[in-house]
């Protein structure tokens, strides 16, 4: 088969989606052999539970280009990015999971007692950051996964739901990817990786032009 045209790397859903898990000394997340975060690695991580059907949506653009131009050319000779605005957006399902919801709403606090959960918010002006996880079957090779892994990220959509008889509930989810400072640059905010049987790594290609 020609490689250019491998049906078996078009990617497909579902993905599931984690918060809290621990990035280790390689940058990435411990996993478990069924896709998840292995548990004695990731003590604190949350499964977000279920989204819509519209699933979920990454983006890495650049806010916009700086170019430096002469006069004696019809364009420019030096282009140099701004900055990237980058989001993960999906729309959340389980609204009853208060500690979730609690968690992915800046300044919003959960407490529980005997009988009853809450959640509070209100005057609290601290940002919550979290790490996030997306992961999605391979495609082209079973038992293996494919992850996008933010390092730092907090969910500027906020809290904001409608109830009503004809629909369930839902909140919309945008995690927006700040550089997490204690990794290089151009490897700060964000990763994607898979597993693949050993020795069936792809080799790597080069087509760009300076």
Same mark, same amino acid.
């Given at each position: 088969?020609? #490689?250019?045209f491998?049906?078996?790397?078009?990617?497909?859903?579902p993905?599931?989606?984690?918060?809290?898990?621990?990035?280790?000394?390689?940058g990435?997340?411990?996993?478990?052999?069924?896709?998840?975060? $292995?548990?004695?690695?990731? #003590?604190?991580?949350v499964?977000?539970?279920?989204?819509?059907?519209?699933?979920?949506?990454?983006?890495?653009? #650049?806010?916009?280009?700086?170019?430096?131009?002469?006069?004696?050319?019809?364009?420019?000779?030096?282009? *140099?990015?701004?900055?990237?605005?980058?989001? $993960?957006k999906? &729309?959340?399902?389980?609204?009853?999971?208060?500690?979730? *919801?609690?968690?992915? @709403?800046?300044?919003?606090?959960?407490?529980?007692?005997? %009988?009853?959960?809450?959640?509070?918010?209100?005057?609290?002006?601290?940002?919550?950051?979290? &790490?996030?996880l997306l992961?999605?079957p391979?495609?082209?090779? +079973?038992?293996?996964?494919v992850?996008?892994?933010?390092?730092?990220?907090?969910?500027?959509?906020?809290?904001?739901?409608?109830?009503?008889?004809?629909?369930?509930?839902?909140? +919309?989810?945008?995690? @927006?990817?700040? #550089?997490? &400072?204690s990794?290089?640059d151009?490897?700060?905010?964000?990763? $994607?990786?898979?597993?693949? +049987?050993? %020795?069936?790594?792809? +080799?790597?290609?080069?087509?760009?032009?300076?």
């Open positions: 088969m020609n #490689p250019a491998d049906v078996s790397k078009i990617t497909k859903g993905a599931k989606a984690f918060a809290g898990v621990t990035v280790d000394v390689n990435r997340v411990t996993m478990d052999t069924d896709g998840t975060p $292995l548990a004695s690695a990731n #003590p604190n991580a499964g977000l539970g279920l989204f819509t059907t519209d699933g979920k949506a990454f983006s890495d653009k #650049p806010k916009g280009f700086t170019d430096s131009e002469a006069d004696e050319l019809a364009s420019p000779y030096r282009r *140099i990015a701004q900055g990237s605005n980058i989001t $993960l999906g &729309t959340l399902l389980q609204l009853e999971n208060l500690p979730v *919801i609690a968690a992915l @709403t800046p300044g919003a606090v959960y407490e529980s007692s005997s %009988g009853l959960e809450e959640i509070s918010s209100g005057g609290a002006l601290t940002v919550s950051h979290h &790490t996030v992961v999605w391979s495609s082209e090779h +079973p038992n293996h996964y992850h996008l892994l933010l390092y730092r990220a907090f969910n500027s959509a906020g809290l904001e739901f409608t109830i009503k008889r004809t629909e369930d509930a839902k909140m +919309p989810v945008e995690w @927006t990817g700040e #550089p997490d &400072t990794r290089p151009g490897k700060n905010v964000w990763k $994607l990786w898979r597993t693949v +049987p050993a %020795g069936q790594e792809s +080799p790597a290609v080069n087509f760009q032009i300076t």
